[in-house]
Nanobody, 118 residues
């Protein structure tokens, strides 16, 4: 049973930093891609950042240069370092896993709230 548990969310002032963590269990993730998404009320969930099994990364334009995704322990933990936070970064942040050969993301965490005050 794959489980993803996010942590590290909270309230921060604009310009501040937070580091989100995603603890993954239930399989070996070294061949999987992992990602962070976010969602605000009334809007669709949007892509934030991803890291492939090779370690290559990709970011949404809105966070490029401010956020960094990285992993540890053969991707059993995936982090999202968020710097220079803006009020528009306020959202629930979700961790997700895509299995090899998959198109959509297969597993999702429950999310962690990030609130950035102005």
């Amino acid at each position: 049973q794959v489980q993803l548990v996010e942590s590290g969310g909270g309230l921060v002032q604009a310009g501040g930093s937070l580091r989100l963590s995603c603890a993954a269990s239930g399989r070996t993730f070294s061949s999987d891609s992992m990602a962070w998404f976010r969602q605000t009320p009334g809007k669709e969930r949007e892509f934030v950042a991803a890291i492939s099994w090779r370690g290559s990364t990709g970011y949404a334009d809105s966070v490029k240069g401010r956020f960094t995704i990285f992993s540890a322990n053969a991707k059993n933990t995936v982090y999202l370092q968020m710097n220079s936070l803006k009020p528009e970064d306020t959202a629930v942040y979700y961790c997700a896993v895509r299995l090899p050969g998959g198109g959509e993301y297969d597993y999702w965490g429950q999310g962690t709230q990030v609130t950035v005050s102005s």
